[in-house]
């Protein structure tokens, strides 16, 4: 079984910055993809940023682009979001997910970390 746990939430200004950590653990395995997703108070979960495992190709959500930043330590295992510039609209749940498979298909998700941003 594959665990994902996510760090580095907290409460921090508008136009401040945090680094979220998505360490995977578990039996090992590569996967196709990995992307951080995001769920405000009353609304949907969305994806925000990606990162292919092969291409290092990354995507991001025009909401986040030029902000926010996914990368990998494959050494730690781990995946990380550096957000920077956030905005009180960036308050959300924040989730890593590992896609094994298919690309875009994640079969695999942290707990979540929350991620408060203030006025």
């Known amino acids: 079984q594959v665990q994902l746990v996510e760090s580095g939430g907290g409460l921090v200004q508008a136009g401040g910055s945090l680094r979220l950590s998505c360490a995977t653990s578990?039996?090992?395995?590569?996967?196709?993809?990995m992307g951080w997703f995001r769920q405000a108070p009353g609304k949907g979960r969305e994806i925000i940023a990606r990162?292919?495992?092969?291409?290092?190709?990354?995507y991001y959500a025009d909401s986040v682009k030029g902000r926010f930043t996914i990368s990998r330590d494959n050494a730690k295992n781990t995946v990380y979001l550096q957000m920077n510039s956030l905005k009180p609209e960036d308050t959300a749940v924040y989730y890593c997910?590992?896609?094994?498979?298919?690309?875009?298909?994640?079969?695999?998700w942290g707990q979540g970390t929350l991620v408060t941003v203030s006025s």
């Open positions: 990162i292919a495992w092969s291409t290092f190709n990354t």
């Open positions: 578990g039996r090992t395995f590569t996967p196709v993809d």
């Open positions: 997910a590992a896609a094994t498979t298919r690309l875009g298909e994640y079969n695999y």
